[in-house]
């Protein structure tokens, strides 16, 4: 895959260079802005930067289990870098990326984290996905003073100084989807399901704080799958001797699979039972299967079929380099946001230092982003909207419901 | 009784039921291929999973096929049998290049099988991507079958119940009835002896090895109606696979079945009693404390040492 999109950026880059030929003009007005901006004075720590090239990281899980999810990631990261570097790069600078496999293993990951800041000086990293391997990753980059975007949707709990992150936080992803739920099909009474560990239950924590402070329902069972378990017989049965209203569900990886395929064929689908799920993208429903969903719920900031300008851009864009066949989750559009977010940074602060480009970036409203306008938020995450899609059999969502924008509040109070 | 009516109650008893049996054939399935290998060879075959795998791709590639030349109702049935050769013929040659060069040092063929498992789902994952996938089901296996309005019996799990059965008793049949059983039931018992009196022990060795794979190939392919197919699938069936060949005695067939049928059941039942890891959690204990008190399982071999 990397040889086609390779080859049709090399493609874009040749046409690229033909038309600065002809309109030699422009593109030596954008070299010279390197110019304006001298390496000695934009970069004051050592980073690795030059007057033509500047170095990022990318670190995600390339091989192992989590290359299912992180391999979307780093395609929208890697073709963000490659429109910015055809937009002329970051104040004149090409952008290179050195890329580093986590190879879904914890430590891996703090390991490389090290070799990007210490031995490549990455002015940026854009990476980790589960929280476990930004755990992990986070000593080295406050020690280091790095730089990290962060993509996933997670469970809050979290701000460092040395992380912007991208994805939404607990409360800005469950509060406004359970409002809808419970007002739309008039429910009392959830059953919430997660996989067994700490994102879904931080989350299913804050679910049930909400459930039962602020919509006065109920929540009728809690259950917790171990992570790859297929087998949900006694689950199923149990949520159909409960009958809730709604099931509220954060099953992840291979057992969400499972979840979704028993569930329909112990005979509880769309029109028998109402769920709302935070743990489903489009990446998933790939492996899921689209009949196993039709007419269930999810909770995302973004769906691939978002209509807005930005959007059918990217999306289109995305497919011109990874195949007509790709599809965009959620993660993955967050991920695409990192690196413009960070030349966003930089170039307010005028400068590649990571102090000056973390306290450029609170404030900046991103208006191109692919599920419309985001803002940075002092607390280092974004401000953005909570969008409920309901699946269809094709394997992407209709949009039923979007929220305003929400802030950011990944230390909630009353639901700790 | 608790707040529900007795009909509910009724109906969930059932499902329940259900859910443990369906939970068993799987376990069952999952076990018979291992339980061949280790039990009649004693080589621990860390590969196993992945030989489910292999199945499992088979079955998913065979589906995208079936699409093609729109015969998704029937393709399935030939998906199971060419999962079984496929699996059956990679089995032979692994024994044939890595496995027979370590009969004598078992701990080796511990590591020389993980090494391949690895290498395995790294062609996977160069083969297939590393995203999870789905076959595309016929109509007959999707939905549930209902007795009652209110009892759903899920037609995957009938179907899976009745594909474990046929496995078994083609198993049972083949290891005690037919010539090639016993030829491997000789070996096990008195390689030496065995090879006196004419019997081909590598020939053995290779077709057992194989057999067990190919087993192994048919739970893969008929797991692709209750979960999805990724490259690392197979791990999670390794360790469960384990469980049942040693909890119910390494040597046993009747073994295997029993403990199949006793984890199931336990782990089914305190899962709806109790939360679902908490069930497995108590499964496990029980499971450790019986093998504290009887290290050979459940079924002692009766193999002369």
């Known amino acids: 895959m990397s040889n086609i999109d390779k080859n049709q950026f090399v493609k874009k880059s040749m046409v690229l260079s033909a038309l600065s030929l002809a309109l030699s003009l422009p593109i030596y007005v954008d070299t010279s802005v390197a110019g304006d901006f001298p390496t000695a004075k934009v970069n004051t720590t050592g980073l690795s930067v030059t007057d033509d090239v500047v170095k990022v990281g990318i670190l995600h899980s390339a091989t192992g289990t989590m290359a299912i999810s992180e391999t979307g990631s780093i395609q929208a990261e890697k073709l963000a870098i490659a429109q910015i570097n055809e937009a002329g790069g970051v104040l004149g600078r090409k952008i290179e990326v050195i890329q580093e496999d986590g190879a879904s293993d914890w430590p891996t990951f703090a390991e490389k984290s090290k070799k990007l800041l210490e031995n490549d000086k990455v002015a940026a990293v854009f990476g980790c996905w589960t929280s476990a391997s930004r755990k992990a990753a986070l000593p080295v980059f406050e020690k280091d003073n790095g730089l990290l975007f962060y993509p996933t949707f997670y469970e809050g709990l ?218 940075v938020d002092p607390n280092h995450h974004l401000l953005s909207k909570l969008r409920i899609g309901q699946w269809r059999k094709d394997g992407q969502a209709d949009m039923v419901y979007e929220s305003g924008l929400i802030n950011p509040d990944p230390f909630p109070k009353g639901y700790q | 009784m608790f707040g529900y009516s007795m009909e509910d109650v009724g109906n969930i008893v059932v499902m329940q039921g259900f859910s443990g049996l369906s939970l068993f054939s799987v376990l069952l399935l999952m076990a018979l291929g291992l339980a061949i ?40 049935i030939f998906a199971i049998i060419a999962a079984f050769i496929l699996a059956f013929f990679i089995g032979y040659f692994v024994e044939y290049a890595l496995i027979r060069h370590l009969y004598k040092r078992p701990l080796d063929t511990l590591l020389a099988t993980w090494g391949l498992s690895l290498v395995m789902q790294q062609i996977f994952r160069s083969t297939f991507g590393a995203k999870e996938v789905s076959a595309e089901l016929p109509e007959w296996l999707l939905g549930s079958f209902k007795p009652t309005p209110d009892i759903d019996i899920p037609i995957n799990g009938v179907f899976v119940m ?130 504290m008190m009887r290290p050979e399982g459940l079924f002692a071999s009766k193999v002369r040492k």
């Open chain 1, 158 to 375: 979290e701000q460092s100084k040395n992380v912007f992150y991208t994805g939404q936080e607990a409360t800005q992803q469950i509060l406004a989807g359970l409002d809808w739920i419970a007002k739309e099909k008039k429910a009392k009474t959830f059953y919430l399901i997660g996989s067994d560990y700490i994102w879904p239950r931080t989350s299913m924590k804050i679910a049930r704080k909400h459930i039962e402070q602020h919509l006065g329902g109920t929540v009728v069972g809690e259950e917790y799958v171990a992570l790859g378990d297929t087998q949900f017989g006694s689950v199923i049965n149990k949520i159909k001797l409960e009958k809730p209203d709604v099931i509220y569900a954060a099953v992840v990886g291979g057992s969400n699979v499972a979840w979704f395929k028993q569930l329909n064929a112990a005979g509880l689908n769309a029109k028998k039972q109402n769920m709302l799920t935070i743990s489903v993208t489009e990446d998933e429903v790939l492996g899921i299967g689209g009949e196993n969903l039709e007419g269930f719920y999810s909770a995302m900031k973004y769906f691939q079929s978002l209509k807005n300008s930005n959007n059918d851009k990217f999306v289109a864009e995305f497919k011109k380099a990874y195949g007509e066949k790709a599809v965009i989750g959620d993660v993955t559009q967050a991920a695409y946001l990192g690196p413009w977010l960070w030349k966003a940074a930089v170039e307010r602060a005028g400068s590649f230092d990571v102090d000056k480009a973390v306290a450029a970036l609170p404030g900046y409203e991103l208006t191109t982003a692919p599920e419309g306008y985001v803002k």
């Open chain 2, 37 to 76: 290998i280790f039990g009649q060879m004693g080589v621990i075959n860390m590969a196993h999973g992945e030989f489910m795998t292999v199945g499992a791709y088979t079955t998913v590639f065979l589906s995208k096929m079936a699409v093609e030349f729109d015969i998704v109702n029937s393709y399935f």
């Open chain 2, 162 to 291: 009745g594909l474990a059965l046929i496995v078994t008793v083609g198993v049972y049949l083949f290891m005690f009835r037919s010539r090639g059983g016993l030829r491997i039931r000789a070996t096990v018992q008195n390689r030496m002896m065995a090879g006196a009196v004419g019997i081909n022990t590598q020939k053995v060795d290779r077709l057992t090895f194989a057999l067990g794979c190919g087993i192994a190939g048919v739970a893969g392919a008929a797991f692709t109606t209750i979960a999805s197919t990724g490259p690392t699938t197979g791990s999670l069936y390794i360790v469960d696979s384990f469980m049942v060949v040693v909890f119910g005695g390494a040597a046993s067939l009747m073994g295997t079945i029993a403990s199949a049928f006793g984890i199931a059941q336990a782990q089914s039942i305190l899962q709806f009693f109790m939360t679902s890891s908490m069930g497995k959690v108590s499964t496990l204990m029980t499971i450790v404390i019986i093998l």
